[in-house]
């Protein structure tokens, strides 16, 4: 019984690591992902001068989060009127990148002021500050993920051999 | 298809629980005014609360899918679109050497479509008698020329007759992904979003109509396209802005028209709302 518990002991530590590792390397693919979003949604805008409604619903075809929050908006659009699109964009933000720190949402939030609403030029230039601050971000979060992750596995697998050991 | 409805649901939600006159011709929006209706040529208020610079880009945002870009062009030229909803736009130019459009706006003008059956059924048998001659539907703006024109356009095709319809602005039939909200009559095929100049010769080419139908002449590019189309022997039935051809007589655009004797007829509208009267004048220099 004592081998089970130090066992399982040593299994939570090694649980805490993953989950580290698994909420940072999905805050990477969040990031690329909306960054890959911005790039369809510059180009659209650029090219041909899309209407959002058609360019939600392309890009709610992404896998994952991505598809998701894009999904969002664009079931929402119904609404307009009843609320504008800023606040159908920043409720899908709020929504769906929870795991996001709060001023990457606002950056995305920002973004959701300007589209549709502004010149095509001044919208373009939102996109590109938005991309490129979420480019920043995720060079960041990659860099400090590398550095970080040998340590965190290290100190949990540590932390589990020595409970083990305590508890046997 | 409803027009009101459409109308009011453009509006913000109180605006739109309000507003019960399903009657009104137009429902205007001016920043700090309350909102009125436009009801037998008077103006009138139907909620207390002011507009806001926020409800006017509510209504805008609706009207465009939240993608004023997408609809600049029109902008441009003052108005916007909406199922067969005419929005007018007023506020503060930009410059087109910045793009031209609206830096903010002021107030809107949402003119209600409508399908008014049997209007000017009187006229119709001089139309139909001669189809090859050009006809015209003349009015001052907001005199029901778009309505008289829709009516005519089903009437003439359920009679028999292929129209074919320039629908620049989609107001005269309202498509969408669901088809045409205004019924124009079973024999007729309707070109929607084509400036009428290149529209015209698409529609000769592919749809072989025997009469070709298009909204407000206002442009040497929309006169070109009248002159194509009576050049290749299809009958024209078409819209100006001009309260008489006294006045169409004046103006270079329709002058140039007339002299090429394109136009042989007109269809003049005086009078608002139900009290509209409808006289059949010939044209000639």
């Known amino acids: 019984m004592r081998l089970v518990g130090a066992l399982l002991a040593a299994l939570a530590c090694l649980d805490v690591a993953l989950l580290w590792s698994r909420s940072r390397r999905e805050r990477i693919n969040v990031l690329d992902g909306l960054i890959r979003a911005m790039n369809v949604i510059e180009a659209e805008l650029g090219g041909k ?56 949402r606002s950056a995305l939030t920002e973004l959701g002021n300007a589209l549709g609403r502004y010149p095509l030029q001044m919208q ?28 965190v596995w290290a100190l949990a697998l540590s932390a589990g051999v020595l409970l083990g050991i305590v508890l046997i | 298809m409803d027009g009101s409805r459409l109308a009011a649901d453009l509006l913000p939600p109180d605006y739109r629980q309000a507003l019960r006159e399903t009657e009104a011709e137009e429902i205007r929006l001016r920043i700090g005014r309350a909102p009125t209706v436009l009801l037998d040529g008077r103006e009138r208020r139907f909620h207390e609360r002011v507009c806001t610079q926020g409800d006017l880009l509510r209504v805008l945002e609706r009207a465009s899918g939240a993608s004023l870009h997408a609809v600049a062009e029109a902008m441009r030229e003052g108005y916007l679109s909406y199922r067969g909803v005419r929005i007018g736009v007023c506020g503060t130019a930009l410059a087109r050497a910045v793009g031209g459009g609206f830096g903010a706006f002021s107030s809107l003008c949402l003119r209600v479509p409508r399908e008014w059956r049997g209007i000017g059924r009187a006229l119709l048998p001089a139309l139909r008698e001669n189809v090859s001659g050009g006809s015209l539907i ?21 009679g028999g ?39 015209a010769m698409l529609l000769l080419r592919s749809m072989n109509p025997q009469l070709v139908a298009m909204d407000e002449i206002t442009s040497a590019e ?32 329709y002058r140039r028209l007339l002299e090429s004797g394109v136009f042989t007829r007109a269809v003049c509208i005086s009078g608002t709302g139900r009290a509209r009267q409808y006289r059949l004048e010939e044209l000639r220099l």
């Open chain 2, 161 to 199: 007759l292929r129209v074919g319809v320039l629908d620049e602005r989609n107001e005269l039939s309202a498509t969408d992904e669901n088809g045409a909200g205004f019924d124009l009559g079973a024999h007729t095929d309707t070109l929607v979003g084509m400036p009428k100049a290149e529209g």
């Open chain 1, 49 to 104: 001068a899309s209407p959002l409604p058609p360019l939600m619903t392309k890009l709610s075809r992404e896998d994952g989060t991505i598809g998701a929050f894009f999904a969002a908006v664009s079931d929402a659009l119904d609404s307009l009127g009843a609320q504008p699109f800023s606040e159908i964009w920043r409720s899908a933000v709020h929504a769906h990148f929870s795991l996001l720190p709060e001023w990457e």
């Open chain 1, 124 to 151: 373009r230039e939102a996109v590109a500050l938005c991309r490129e601050q979420l480019r920043e971000q995720l060079a960041l979060a990659r860099k400090q993920y590398g550095e970080q992750a040998r340590l």
């Open chain 2, 222 to 253: 929309d006169a070109e396209a009248v002159l194509q189309i009576a050049g290749c022997g299809v009958g024209i039935l078409a819209t100006a802005h001009t309260s008489g051809f006294a006045q169409m007589r004046s103006r270079p655009l």
């Open chain 2, 138 to 158: 003349l009015s001052a703006p907001g005199g029901g020329k778009t309505s008289l024109l829709r009516e005519y356009i089903r009437c003439l095709s359920e």
